[in-house]
């Protein structure tokens, strides 16, 4: 950290800040200059954090200089993870389809879409049986039912499942069939839940919420990983700003941004990310093209009658498009669909 | 609803529209123009909301016309709420002081900060046992014993205590201390936090998501209020934008049309929204003028100490100047404080 | 347009506003239902956007259904326009790499970098003569000299030439020397500028301000074309969001929406969107596989002594390999690189 | 400035970034940490900005400390200024209202507005000739027409006026008749503008671009004072965010912020940043008690038929309340209405 004092600072309150990190257990390296002194902090920066130093007498401003996550990131850990979902993977050297209902409905139409996601190449299927949604009078979700018809698409397609889990007291039994847990945007921050997810070791999807920084989902990521669960895969889905035509907007810079930062795959949600099912295709490519290491696509064998999200779904043959092209892209650009 | 037909429908995808709806129940009302042909639709639209007609042939836009909320809307309830908290009211007809320590750190420090809040005109007391933290590497709170030094800070003072709850397994113990449970900006939309604080009868206060649009947090509120809990109070603490000079920024307006669309109390919290402790003042003051219900105000009794938020934190005698200029202003508006 | 009545609305009000309406020239279609009423407007929708109807009294809300662009729409237009620009062309039947550096700074400095966009496949080359820049102490560009050094550039590579223009006054002379103007972000909506532009015949490329909606970049290019200047070329370059590890957040969602909205080619500038030179190759092939109709990249000599801008530009080396990349991807797709 | 180094940086790399640091005349001073060293410049830090550091081998991040504002800062210039509008002063040692229509549409209509805004107690009329507006297809303003009919309600109210200049080209003219000049949120970045009023003696208001962050705000104000004019007025008129619920949300936090880093007065615009007229006199009130130098609001005397924002005008009777209650307000904070 960098402590910036104040024009007016007077040799008694540099002394001050000094004797404060040297009293954590730190060093501090004075800079005076004509105008403007800047003391350096040097040590174990967690425990400088926790001291509110721009309190303090003269201080101007408090810089962090060092990132504030450990266990996720490349420093310790230069080379990219791999993480094994059932018999998938999911990690830079390949590229992966992960597609499926939103949300269960039936048992005809989850085993529909698991059919046409299987078609179009996709080696994860995703599912949701508990749905988190903005309104209490929209449908929630099958629930348990949910799970059993998950466990019986992945019998019948062979593909291991990612399904969301919403509560920290549901982690064990949804994890009793899920092959990955998914954290959704909206509990991201959801410290209890990331705890619990972080003592299984079940491989775990965690969406971007979608007003948080980089650094705090991979600071969300960190609560997951300090806990004893290092199978994380990130799950760029779109932020929020102030653009109406889209739901959010997809942030692919901010996907090779979290690539560059830890160690652990990156994959895109173009679907939620749009909301739009015109967008999902290009959307799908470019994050291919700017090196995903999968995407996720809704698919819905009847979007006209989807009980959540219908707008963005594709349709079997819809989805077998895009599993094509997305094939013929990843070879053409020397990456290899999983 | 509204559904826009594209210039070139036919007069077959306009019928077949009308039919969906009147096959859910709805009257639609076809009005043709010279370019464009608009379908009204009429009846209960909860009904309607879940049909994916903007996937329909010939269809180019639907529009949704109605309050998604119901049972916090102003609709059915004109009067405002007044919400009992312990001894203490929130509500329109008084102004309230909520004061007292982010994170309750130790008996000394919440003794402290509580008499503090008391002696400045609080009628409430706010303290965190259980915090959520964006890193795993900051203090999280005291627990279980965090709700034991309020339970003598409300014994000492007299006042009654709002304290958060970050988990739905945690609402039964947090709620048999606390007066008021507190669902955080983290938590707006975990829905399973909210059913549960839902079937408690004690008041909530329900921070708004700081990504959240207004329409996001009252509908947050509704999954309490359909399950039984009305005792609601909002806060607004600042949301999320590009500017980085504030910790986030105070939605003031944003209050006021939350006033306007419910019926339940709405207040501020200036001390999360600034994070800058000499924003504090002006901001409550302001909070005040514009007709916030409450204003909701960290205090410490040594904020360079503070294991959490210090730079937003007031001093007693800070914060007792405040206490008195909000009692002097509220007089001046012609409001009296609780 | 749709005018929703309050629920407490009387008949009078009803006929009140029909008749406004039918005044201004328009119908107004009644469709009364149970708990609500709706009004369709039909007929010449300007007329009614200046009429504030939302205050006429039991008006709950007023919403525009129809677009408010008229010439760069699709509607009028469905295919899509190629525009010429000097010898090169920019439009869907093709993609084009536009590469120069981000400010003129001396000839050599100019040469260089437009001998590397060349080498690398560009077929348009951009410099800045003029420079918009945040800080008075920032360079200013070189101005007259500078147009001077880019119409030594187009003599030497042949390469037609993009340039900023960024006042009213300057149209005419920037017009004589570029194939294409550009109108930059922060002058999106500076309307006398749009309407000067708009004046002359030249090609311009008008880049989406950092907070404008999609609808705002498309009325400010209605701006262009109202004076008689179809020949517009739409620039993404990012938008502005809460996330700060990016400079801006390249909108690529936005960029495919803007195509469907109008029959204008869309292209996209990585460099200045991400302002990291390690994101540009990425996000350029995720433009090219989104369907942009170019991408327009920064390009120095030697980016360590660049006045502007210098983290994101790419030496004559990157650039050649993000040219080379960019060609094989294109055919990969089925496209042509211009 | 401080240079981060990365912590495989080795010691050439770090001599390097110093002996640059005092090639362009700065000191540079080194803290070697145990994993990281720090590099603090001091000296003349605009030299430094220009430089592209971050380009330079082991250098990881480069961060400024100093504020790039000079001219408009505190620092040379503590106390605050108080800048004379005609016969009105705007300053910290009074509080004044600025009322008026939002566009002359005609001398009838200007002349009520004026005599309800001087009813009201305001000392400063305000009203738009030239208007910049999102669609080509709004009216444009009066344009000279409407700077005579200014300067008649000038003559009959003895009120000074400030009213908005497009362009650089209309500097001239537009100063002659005004009292005032107004750059408006569209224009915060035209620099050319800027440039060309800081060249005349005029009073000049900036209002905060609605995505300008307040340091950059304060540098295009640096621009006007650069030029030799230091009389500005810094105008607060929302900023965009994400939510819909009102045009753009006013920033209360940012216009303290601004009033702490620079001399220069600070008012707010509650009409343009709701654009609901309800929300007006609540937003005006929060804006005296946050410490607004001045309030400017929108008069018609037919709301219903106005031209140009309707929705968020007051009528004289409404603006009467408002400038009764902001009287009453005022000098119940201790501060005077001008």
Not at 22 to 38: L, P
Request: contains cysteine; negative net charge; glycine residues 8%.
């Amino acid at each position: 950290m960098v402590v910036v004092m104040k024009a007016e600072a007077t040799e008694e309150d540099i002394q001050r800040v000094a004797e404060k990190v040297r009293d954590a257990g730190g060093e501090a390296f004075v800079s005076r200059g004509k105008y403007q002194t800047i003391i350096g902090l040097v040590g174990d920066t967690t425990r400088f954090t926790s001291l509110p130093l721009q309190l303090m007498p003269g201080v101007e401003n408090v810089m962090r200089i060092g990132k504030p996550y450990k266990m996720v990131a490349r420093g310790l850990h230069p080379a990219p993870t791999t993480i094994k979902v059932g018999t998938a993977a999911v990690g830079r050297d390949s590229f992966a389809l992960i597609a499926g209902p939103c949300a269960v409905e039936s048992e005809e139409q989850a085993m529909a879409a698991a059919s046409a996601a299987k078609a179009a190449g996709a080696s994860i299927l995703r599912g949701g049986a508990y749905k988190p949604r903005t309104s209490p009078y929209s449908f929630q979700g099958l629930g348990e039912r949910g799970l059993e018809i998950l466990a019986e698409c992945r019998a019948e397609t062979g593909l291991p499942i990612v399904t969301e889990v919403v509560d920290a007291s549901h982690v064990e039994h949804v994890a009793a069939v899920a092959d990955c847990l998914q954290v959704g945007t909206r509990n991201m921050q959801n410290f209890e839940l990331l705890k619990e997810v972080g003592q299984t070791h079940k491989p775990t999807m965690l969406k971007r919420g979608m007003a948080a920084t980089i650094e705090e989902w991979l600071m969300a990521a960190e609560y997951v990983a300090q806990r004893g669960n290092q199978e994380i895969i990130l799950c760029e889905r779109g932020i929020r700003t102030f653009e109406p035509a889209t739901r959010n907007t997809l942030d692919l810079s901010g996907m090779i941004v979290a690539q560059q930062e830890t160690h652990l795959p990156v994959i895109v949600d173009p679907s939620h990310a749009t909301g739009r099912k015109e967008l999902v295709a290009p959307m799908a490519r470019a994050a291919l093209a700017a090196g995903a290491d999968a995407v996720m696509i809704d698919v819905h064998p009847n979007p006209e009658d989807a009980l959540c999200d219908g707008p963005q779904a594709l349709t079997p043959d819809e989805v077998a498009v895009v599993g094509a092209e997305l094939a013929a892209l990843a070879r053409a650009l020397g990456r290899r669909m999983a």
